[in-house]
């Protein structure tokens, strides 16, 4: 196990490499693709359904650490990608390592497929947002954030309400006001890799399996006001092989 320390923002971070997973018999396999999603495979929330003003239906509010709660609110947006509702949250958690999440209930990925598009005020000097995923707790799941100012995306797991800082790169967000941001948690060869796309374009890849199956939204991480919009989620089954390799 290699561990570096890091600091970033006056905040002490470690960078962690995971050892891999056993391998799984094809019992093992199959128990897990079907527990793999409770509730449905295909999952997209538009928030159409619902009036402006109202709180996301189907979600649970948490936060990591200290600081006011977030407002979530379904707002009518004629520029939504989906028509004609957005979420918007606004956030005045001072806190660097203040986040604020929103998950869907009922719902459980080990492998998630998950997207979302996201639209940053113009003049945003501070504040990032992204998806939560393998969440259990308030204490325990993976972000990946995005700083839109800055021009970086993180990957971080969080066990214990101890933060890790897994991966981070610089993107290049396109000329657009909403922007995409996908994750893909997946597994091959006895390891677990979470790919993350900004824009269609590859950014951060990690390993890691601390955490499994678990609960999918969207946070952000200290002040900032921020919409969403099509949030799409989809369990990836495992690509481990059923049976050994030839020996040829």
């Known amino acids: ?45 538009t928030f159409d359904q619902q009036k402006s003003g109202e709180a996301p239906a189907g979600f649970s509010m948490l936060g990591f650490g200290e600081g006011p709660v977030a407002d979530w609110t379904v707002k009518a947006d004629t520029d939504a990608p989906s028509e004609s509702n957005i979420l918007a949250v606004n956030s005045s958690c001072q806190a660097v390592s203040c986040y604020r999440l929103i998950v869907a209930d009922g719902f459980q990925y080990e492998y998630p ?15 990032v947002g992204g998806v939560v995923f393998g969440l259990k707790d308030a204490t325990h799941f993976y972000a990946v954030v995005v700083d839109l100012a800055a021009k970086t995306l993180e990957v971080s797991r969080v066990v214990d309400g101890k933060e890790t800082r897994l991966g981070r790169s610089s993107i290049m967000p ?6 995409m941001l996908r994750i893909q948690r997946n597994t091959i060869i006895s390891k677990d890799f979470i790919e993350t796309f900004f824009d269609g374009q590859l950014a951060v890849t990690v390993e890691d399996q601390s955490l499994a ?7 952000v991480r200290g002040p900032i006001a921020l919409d969403f919009d099509s949030l799409h989620a989809i369990p990836l089954f495992s690509h481990r092989p059923l049976s050994a390799p030839a020996a040829y």
């Open 1 to 45: 196990m290699l561990i570096l320390a890091a600091i970033a923002g006056g905040w002490s971070f470690c960078i962690e490499r995971s050892h891999a997973i056993q391998a799984e018999s094809r019992t093992e396999k199959e128990t897990n693709l079907k527990s793999q999603a409770q509730g449905g495979l295909f999952n997209r929330w």
């Open 113 to 127: 497929d998950l997207s979302v598009r996201m639209r940053f005020p113009v003049d945003a000097a501070a504040g």
């Open 174 to 179: 396109k000329a657009t006001s909403w922007h």
């Open 213 to 219: 199956t678990g609960q999918v939204g969207l946070l």
